[in-house]
């Protein structure tokens, strides 16, 4: 049975429009996949919190070394990671915020982002834990910015994904939906056709 790990980073929760796309992805995905379940991440509902440097030395911190509030950071940081690894396929809602990826979504990378955990170090440099998974990007944007240097978001996020060993990442782009309703419209319409096919 497949499980589908739904993350939503819009600031609105399940009323932006990022994660109305995930939305749509899902319903057509559990439609083609009888069985399936779905774990869904809402990181405006349930904020994970910013890293500072208590959280990052509770995870450097040997195991029987950590008191009781490291200890409490660092299950949650294994919850959030028990997710990941659990999934087979990964769907992120991905709004852009003053060019860059919501602060909420950098949040909870960094809280899944764990040497020895998701990833470790080798002679030859780091290598990813998680592999074998599926991710899709379903990116928002009020204008229009795939494919120039001020799209920082598609490189960003296809990296540290690799760096986690999930490099099998398809992006979908909703672009210009700030920039007229003829503008929005004709987005929406080219993504949900690409969703369908994706979700087959």
């Keep these: 049975m497949s499980t589908l790990l739904k993350i939503n980073a819009s600031l609105f929760s399940s009323h932006g429009q990022s994660s109305q796309l995930t939305e749509r992805f899902v319903t057509t995905w559990l439609d083609n996949h009888a069985g399936a379940s779905v774990v869904t991440r809402d990181l405006a509902a349930e904020p994970v919190p910013h890293l500072d440097g208590?959280?990052?030395?509770?995870?450097?911190?040997?195991?029987?070394?950590?008191?009781?509030?490291q200890q409490a950071v660092?299950?949650?940081?294994?919850?959030?990671?028990?997710?990941?690894?659990?999934?087979?396929?990964?769907?992120?809602g991905l709004p852009?915020?003053?060019?860059?990826v919501p602060s909420t979504l950098k949040a909870y990378f960094d809280h899944i982002a764990?040497?020895?955990?998701t990833f470790k170090y080798t002679a030859t440099g780091p290598e990813g834990l998680l592999s074998g998974k599926k991710a899709y990007i379903l990116a928002a944007r009020g204008?229009?910015?795939?494919?120039?240097?001020?799209?920082?978001q598609?490189?960003?996020?296809?990296?540290?994904?690799?760096?986690?060993?999930?490099?099998d990442v398809e992006f979908v782009y909703a672009e210009?939906?700030?920039?007229?309703?003829d503008s929005k419209s004709a987005a929406l319409?080219?993504?949900?056709?690409?969703?369908?096919?994706?979700?087959a």
């Design 143 to 152: 204008g229009m910015y795939a494919g120039t240097p001020k799209d920082s």
């Design 74 to 92: 660092v299950a949650f940081s294994d919850a959030l990671i028990a997710e990941v690894q659990n999934a087979d396929v990964i769907v992120i």
């Design 54 to 69: 208590a959280r990052f030395m509770s995870f450097l911190a040997k195991p029987e070394e950590r008191t009781t509030e």
């Design 96 to 100: 852009m915020y003053n060019f860059g």
């Design 189 to 199: 319409a080219a993504a949900h056709g690409q969703l369908a096919e994706l979700a």
């Design 176 to 181: 210009g939906l700030n920039m007229g309703d």
């Design 114 to 117: 764990r040497a020895g955990v």
């Design 154 to 167: 598609t490189t960003y996020v296809r990296d540290f994904l690799a760096f986690l060993g999930i490099t």
